[in-house]
T-cell receptor
Framework: GQSLEQPSEVTAVEGAIVQINCTYQ??????LSWYQQHDGGAPTFLSY????GLEETGRFSSFLSRSDSYGYLLLQELQMKDSASYFC??????????FGQGTELSVKP | NAGVTQTPKFRILKIGQSMTLQCAQD?????MYWYRQDPGMGLKLIYY???????DKGEVPNGYNVSRSTTEDFPLRLELAAPSQTSVYFC???????????????FGPGTRLTVT
C-alpha cells in the first residue's frame, strides 16, 4: 500500500523558520509534491522534488531524500498569511497523487 | 482562462437521492481527477482520467461513477447518496510530463455536499 506521515499541527511565530516533515511508503515513486490549502479552499501547488536535494522557490524550499523516503517543506520569514494546511503528496507512474493528512500551520504574531 | 470550475458550490441531498457534480477545465489538460476531503483530513482520490474516454478508479471509488466524453468535462455521479458521502469534493486537472512525472494539479473551488 501507500502511506504518508506528516505532523498534524505546527505553531511558529512571525518571521521565524519552520520545517514540515513528510515520510512516505509507496511503490513506483516518481516525486514528492507540496500543496497549500487555506480554510478548506482549493489546494494550490507549492513545489515538487523528483531528485534528491533542495528546491528553492522564494521563501519556500523543499527537500527530498529518496533513499530515506523522506522530504520536508521549509518556510522562511514566516508571515501571518502562511497560516494554512500543508499537504505532502507522492506521485507515481499513473499520474496519480496520494496525499498525506496535512499539517496545520499556525503563525502567531 | 477560468481554470477549473465546479458546480454546484453547495448541495444538500437526502439519503438515497442521486446527483451529478460538474467539473470543467479550459486548459486543455489531459489528466483530470476527483477527490473528496473529509474534515481535518487529506484528499482521497475517487476517480481519475488520463484522457477522453479513459477513466480509472482511485482509492475510494465505491458509490461513485464518472465519465469523460470530452477533454474539458469530467462529471462525478453519486448514486443512492449516503451520509458517509458528506464531504467536500474537489476536481483537479493537470498536463502530462512524460519524463519527470511532474504533474502540477490545478484544483477547482470545491463542492460542499451534505447528505442527511
Amino acid at each position: 500500500g501507500q502511506s504518508l506521515e506528516q505532523p498534524s499541527e505546527v505553531t511558529a511565530v512571525e518571521g521565524a523558520i519552520v520545517q514540515i516533515n513528510c515520510t512516505y511508503q509507496t511503490s513506483g515513486f516518481y516525486g514528492l509534491s507540496w500543496y497549500q490549502q487555506h480554510d478548506g479552499g482549493a489546494p494550490t501547488f507549492l513545489s515538487y522534488n523528483a531528485l534528491d536535494g533542495l528546491e528553492e522557490t522564494g521563501r519556500f524550499s523543499s527537500f527530498l531524500s529518496r533513499s530515506d523516503s523522506y522530504g520536508y517543506l521549509l518556510l522562511q520569514e514566516l508571515q501571518m498569511k502562511d497560516s494554512a494546511s500543508y499537504f505532502c503528496a507522492v506521485s507515481n507512474q499513473g499520474g496519480k497523487l496520494i496525499f498525506g493528512q496535512g499539517t496545520e500551520l499556525s503563525v502567531k504574531p | 482562462n477560468a481554470g477549473v470550475t465546479q458546480t454546484p458550490k453547495f448541495r444538500i441531498l437526502k439519503i438515497g437521492q442521486s446527483m451529478t457534480l460538474q467539473c470543467a477545465q479550459d486548459m486543455n489538460h489531459n489528466y483530470m481527477y476527483w477527490y473528496r476531503q473529509d474534515p481535518g483530513m487529506g484528499l482521497k482520490l475517487i476517480y481519475y482520467s488520463v484522457g477522453a474516454g479513459i477513466t480509472d478508479k482511485g482509492e475510494v471509488p465505491n458509490g461513485y461513477n464518472v465519465s469523460r466524453s470530452t477533454t474539458e468535462d469530467f462529471p462525478l455521479r453519486l448514486e443512492l447518496a449516503a451520509p458517509s458521502q458528506t464531504s467536500v469534493y474537489f476536481c483537479a486537472s493537470s498536463y502530462e510530463a512524460r519524463t519527470s512525472g511532474f504533474r502540477e494539479q490545478y484544483f477547482g473551488p470545491g463542492t460542499r455536499l451534505t447528505v442527511t
